[in-house]
């Protein structure tokens, strides 16, 4: 019964090293660039689609329009993960990227469902395609889409709400190209059905990103712990710092897609090692692993399994004595 129990309660903050850094704090106006530019093109792509009478566009102004939802939302979320902790949501909102780039992978299925039901509806139906149009036009969104994909490129390797965001904009610019060369080829040949089958080929294409995309954001909403983080290798980081005989209740878990938290046990019969010491332990986690909030609770009474042990107890099995 008589644990006797030492806090550490230290949140290194700052900029994680070995590829876990935070994204760029200048998306905000990558974000605001992209909602304008494609916004736009929405209208026009619109316009056109039925002016022309070519649904290919329309669908794909559609396409576009959730898009654009996905920005707003991409960066409704960056901005709110900013905001400071409160009384209720004490590590403030920065999950809710996490939460976003869930919508996000969303959106991206719910576009391809879009795109594969007008597909399969020009198989059945075969219509005229206005195919000098159609290359003008999503021409122009090859480069819309393109150049906006290039403002979230940096940032799509560590943040996954940024990584939506890029992907949603390079499936854009990818559809678009897709539309060029059935348009050309329209042109040349003058077969209709090449619309419908390199339609299919985009959608297996965005199909693949998205993919990865909604099994990453789950994952993080889940919380577990982050890709690129060998949990086994935390725990004996732990147990090689200086009068640690056992470490229990591990976890590891993503605070929001660019911050990763970690609370555990660690046993020190010997006694509490000191601030200074519990302050270098979180150096090393934030340096070595990305993990820029621990919180480690010192433990007097040796219990359960020690560091020998190529497992610590999982929370169900260990019992305080």
């Not at 059905?193 to 099994?215: C, E, H, Q, R």
Request: proline residues 3%.
């Amino acid at each position: 019964m008589g644990h006797s129990h030492g806090h550490s309660h230290d949140h290194h903050h700052g900029h994680s090293h070995g590829g876990h850094s935070h994204a760029p704090k200048d998306f905000g106006r990558a974000f605001a660039i992209g909602i304008v530019l494609n916004s736009a093109f929405v209208v026009v792509e619109a316009v056109y689609g039925f002016l022309s009478g070519s649904m290919a566009l329309v669908a794909d102004a559609g396409h576009n329009l959730s898009d654009v939802l996905a920005l707003l939302l991409a960066w409704g979320a960056a901005t709110l993960a900013k905001r400071a902790p409160n009384g209720r949501y004490t590590y403030g909102y920065k999950s809710s990227t996490i939460l976003a780039a869930i919508a996000n992978a969303g959106l991206l299925l719910v576009a391809i469902g879009a795109i594969l039901i007008e597909t399969l509806h020009r198989f059945a139906v075969p219509a005229p395609v206005q195919g000098q149009t159609m290359v003008v036009v999503a021409g122009i969104g090859i480069v819309i889409n393109t150049f906006t994909a290039l403002l979230f490129m940096r940032g799509r390797e560590h943040d996954l709400n940024i990584r939506g965001a890029f992907l949603h904009m390079a499936a854009d610019a990818l559809v678009s190209a897709g539309v060029v060369v059935a348009g050309l080829l329209v042109l040349w040949t003058g077969a209709h059905w090449i619309d419908p089958v390199t339609s299919l080929v985009i959608v297996a294409v965005i199909a693949w990103g998205t993919w990865g995309l909604a099994k990453d954001s789950v994952k993080m909403g889940l919380n577990a712990v982050p890709d690129g983080i060998d949990r086994e290798a935390v725990r004996n980081l732990l147990c090689a710092q200086d009068g640690v005989e056992a470490v229990h209740h591990l976890h590891i878990w993503p605070m929001s897609t660019t911050e990763t938290a970690l609370t555990a046990h660690i046993v020190m019969p010997g006694g509490h090692p000191g601030d200074a010491a519990l302050r270098s332990i979180a150096h090393r986690l934030e340096h070595d692993f990305g993990i820029g909030h621990a919180t480690l609770q010192v433990e007097l009474a040796k219990s359960g399994t020690g560091c020998t042990v190529g497992h610590d107890e999982t929370d169900s099995g260990h019992k305080h004595e």
